[in-house]
């Protein structure tokens, strides 16, 4: 017993001076990027990882209100045309200036990586980059492009010295990945750690760390584990369950925020035989989700304050719309549909649906926080206005593609739908350009419509959103249409916003954001 | 001998082509990977350029004829994830998984085979019933809750050792191994103990059983009667008797090790190929599933063929029978 003790502290001895000098952060993280690459793949572990060591023309603050970045300043300097000013004093990391034919560059390769997944062509296409000098770039539009900051706040800038004829697995083994970013790549061990260091001539407040090590851990308990013995100094994606403890906990500080992410309910409004609707009894109905008195009587029906406290243990907010408060485009004059049954039951018999009827519930069970969970507590909750549900619920790897396109000819397979939505944006166009505008392929409108809500009106102020270039006036149409098509129309029925949790060690804390990124710039002394 | 590895190798052959055309197969009927990989603020051109490009919209075995003409070059396909070719992505994870699953085994090995004998030699003392009920509670345990408990003990309350990932690298005799730094060895003393426990139990039941068969035999008796010491009995002619389905045990046991390390991997953030494979089954990364099922398999049966082949060695009888054929 006594020589284990001893070969124990011996190992102990031996790992003490293995922690350097110098300042190292260590970060467990949830989700390991797929690739090194910035363009790769718009996938959000990607995106956030890309941030240390690269930049964009237009950056994005913690609740995704657009900041200067690589750009000083931008305006439309006529109705098709966006004026950039860059930064004159950037250094890429291998010392090389930064100028205008780098966005050149990044502008015609972001777009064309092969094999990539999901391109970031989305955000570029339709767009003409001009270099005017060294340091303005004009971005052309066949139409007039409000959003233009918001796209280009996605896309990182790439050195045309080193991207120039580089590949994805040149920016995995660091070769091409050189950036203006506040960190360096130093090494990358697959699904055990990335280290940055420190880039000393970054442009922007001067990174901290000597040393950044990004730990991908997987399971939750796992990486809670690692963050109570001292292994890492900050976790993202604290799971709900151990948030009560560790609050109590004194070698631990918990930070909390509100995500872009609306837990949402999608509802089969267009045809008048839903596949998992039946009458009581199982036999043949119309289908009761078309009228909109059912609609509102389900979320009347939904005890949002009793799903927050109970079911996700206090870290959601009970929504009304499509995007929580302090966000682009959302209504002033919404709130969250207040727990009534006795208005909710009243619908119901007034639409005709007295009795009730059958319905069951889809969800899925992998990808948000306590998915699965909601779509059981929603069925308890609306068998009290004599809606009999059942509850199916599968990985998202199957969940998605059914929901899309399962049932016959392609349209959706399911009637009743628990789904998420974050707003990449951090706007309302994006939710409701993909949620609630009529579902049209060659338009790209109503791509994530799957409820198949359609209401010209809601059409024509989006498009006119859309074009609107003067932000607080493209904000009151967003609110407008937002009104109709979620207040007026229940095209889907919002239930909460998720809130994320980050914990650190004693004495620090994390600077919740929106868009739900782990940034080593957001970990701060208390 | 020569005749025989032949055959076996011929056999193997057809085992894995038949597993290969059901793994394709199955795999492409469950979900769709498009889904998985895009945003969902895709525009529905761009879906059509991803179909198009990973080959979705051939019909499921002009796309399996595909894949096996690839193959047969070497090339099995891109992972749908990392855009990177699959077999170097899953032998590059390999090494992790390898020295997990010998430094696991070495550990089950090291405890199992002296209590084993122990218990077998003196079945009815206290300690070996304590043994044995031990050993149950070794493959009773859920592998996922036991990490965590380890975790939980070991790096969070005593402190002792890390929680997770792998540690440093060092070179011996050309290997690249964590085994090789102190660093190293304390961070795989965890994960390989969690791995080691179910096979500890089995093993170790395994050699009890063998011991109390064996020490009946009338050769053990003999060696006895002849005035052969306690420790050569022992060791010599027990242990070389009872060996033969430990090894066959450790040998099938070893490819599970490494094959189905999965949740161990996932629990300590252990950067192998188990945790690559359950990633790429959420992911419904084909290439990558397919790949790996394919690398396991032939593992599988080169190793049955060693655990064959190492038989000959320790039991005469197959080797005379093998060489009169």
Redesign the interface.
């Given at each position: 017993m006594n020589i284990l003790k001893k070969i124990?502290a011996?190992?102990?001895i031996?790992?003490v001076p293995?922690i350097a000098h110098s300042k190292t952060l260590k970060i467990?993280v949830a989700g390991e990027p797929?690739?090194i690459?910035p363009h790769?793949?718009?996938?959000g572990p990607n995106n956030m990882f890309a941030t240390n060591i690269f930049s964009m023309l237009v950056g994005q603050d913690e609740n995704q209100q657009t900041i200067p970045d690589l750009a000083t300043s931008w305006k439309p300097i006529n109705d098709t045309t966006w004026e950039f000013k860059l930064r004159n004093d950037v250094k890429w990391h291998d010392g090389s200036k930064f100028t205008a034919d780098d966005v050149i560059f990044t502008a015609t390769r972001a777009p064309n990586v092969?094999?990539?997944?999901?391109?970031f062509?989305?955000y570029l296409k339709g767009k003409t980059f001009v270099k005017i000098d060294d340091y303005t770039v004009h971005v052309k539009t066949e139409k007039p492009y409000p959003l233009m900051a918001n796209d280009l706040s996605v896309v990182k800038i790439i050195s045309k010295k080193h991207g120039e004829n580089a590949t994805?697995?040149d920016y995995?083994s660091g070769k091409a990945a050189i950036g203006t970013g506040p960190y360096k790549f130093k090494q990358y061990?697959?699904?055990?750690?990335i280290v940055l260091e420190k880039n000393s001539d970054y442009f922007g407040k001067k990174p901290e760390y000597d040393t950044v090590e990004i730990?991908?851990?997987?399971?939750g308990?796992?990486r809670v584990?690692?963050l109570?013995?001292?292994?890492?100094d900050l976790i993202d994606g604290v799971p709900p369950v151990d948030v009560k403890k560790l609050k109590k906990n004194k070698k631990v500080q918990l930070s909390s925020g509100p995500s872009n992410r609306v837990i949402y309910l999608h509802i089969d409004q267009f045809r008048e035989k839903s596949p998992h609707v039946r009458a009581i009894g199982g036999g043949d109905i119309k289908n009761p989700l078309m009228d909109v008195r059912v609609r509102k009587a389900i979320s009347l029906a939904i005890n949002r304050d009793a799903m927050v406290a109970k079911v996700m243990e206090g870290l959601a907010i009970p929504a009304g719309q499509l995007l929580p408060k302090g966000f682009h485009g959302v209504s002033e004059n919404m709130k969250p549909d207040p727990y009534d049954i006795k208005t909710a039951k009243q619908l119901m018999k007034e639409a005709g649906y007295g009795k009730g009827f059958e319905l069951t519930i889809h969800g899925p069970n992998?990808r948000y926080i306590n998915d699965a969970k909601i779509a059981e507590a929603l069925g308890q909750m609306l068998s009290k206005i004599g809606i009999k549900c059942k509850i199916e619920t599968m990985?998202?790897?199957?969940y998605?593609?059914r929901a899309?396109a399962g049932g016959p000819d392609k349209t959706p397979e399911f009637s009743m739908m628990v789904l998420g939505?974050g707003a990449?944006s951090g706007e309302a166009s994006?939710p409701l350009k993909?949620l609630l505008a009529t579902h049209n392929?060659?338009k790209?409108m109503g791509?994530?419509n799957r409820g198949r809500h359609s209401d010209p009106k809601v059409d024509a102020l989006i498009d006119k959103a859309l074009a609107t270039v003067d932000s607080p006036a493209r904000g009151k149409i967003l609110a407008e249409a937002t009104e109709i098509a979620v207040g007026k129309n229940y095209g889907i029925i919002p239930i909460h916003y998720q809130v994320n949790t980050w914990g650190a060690k004693a004495g620090y804390s994390y600077l919740p954001r929106t868009d739900e990124y782990t940034v080593v710039a957001g970990f701060q002394k208390k | 001998m020569t005749v025989y590895i032949l055959q076996r190798t011929l056999q193997s052959f057809v085992v894995l082509f038949v597993m290969s055309l059901i793994v394709f197969c199955g795999v492409n009927l469950i979900g769709d990977p498009i889904y998985m990989m895009i945003s969902p603020e895709s525009e529905p051109a761009e879906i059509e350029r991803v179909i198009k490009e990973f080959g979705f919209d051939r019909p499921v075995l002009e796309q399996y004829w595909f894949f096996l003409k690839n193959v047969a070059s070497g090339d099995f396909g891109r992972s749908f994830v990392q855009g990177i070719p699959a077999l170097p992505l899953i032998l590059e994870r390999f090494p992790a998984t390898i020295e997990l699953a010998v430094f696991s085994l070495f550990i089950s090995l090291v405890i199992a085979l002296p209590l084993g004998v122990y218990a077998g030699l003196y079945p009815e003392r206290k300690s070996s019933k304590i043994i044995m009920s031990g050993s149950i509670l070794g493959f009773s345990m859920p592998t996922f809750w036991v990490g965590i408990m380890l975790i939980m003990l070991f790096a969070v309350k005593l402190d002792w050792l890390p929680s997770t990932g792998r540690g440093e690298l060092g070179t011996f005799l050309g290997i690249e191994s964590s085994l090789f730094t102190l660093n190293g060895l304390s961070h795989i003393f965890l994960p390989a103990l969690n791995l080691a426990l179910f096979k500890l139990s089995s093993v170790l039941r395994l050699t009890r059983a063998g011991t109390r068969e064996v020490i009946l035999q009338d050769y053990i008796k003999f060696a006895r009667a002849k005035g052969l010491s306690h420790s050569r009995v022992i060791n010599v002619h027990l242990l070389k008797n009872i060996l033969i389905p430990i090894v066959t045990v450790i040998g099938l046991e070893f490819g599970s090790l490494v094959a189905f390390s999965t949740v161990t991997e996932t629990v300590f953030a252990w950067p192998g190929a188990g945790k690559l494979i359950i990633d790429s089954v959420y992911n419904l990364d084909r290439p990558v599933i397919v790949a790996y099922l394919i690398i396991i398999v032939a593992f599988f049966v080169f190793l049955n063929l060693i655990v064959d082949i190492l038989y000959s060695f320790l039991d005469p009888r197959v080797r005379i029978k093998g060489s009169s054929e």
């Open positions: 124990v011996l190992l102990v031996c790992i293995s467990g797929s690739s690459d790769y793949h718009n996938v092969p094999k990539s997944p999901a391109s062509g989305i994805t697995e995995n061990v697959k699904g055990d750690k730990k991908p851990i997987k399971s308990p796992a584990a690692a109570l013995s001292g292994d890492v992998d990985p998202k790897a199957v998605f593609k899309s939505w990449g994006s993909s392929k060659e790209g791509g994530a | -």
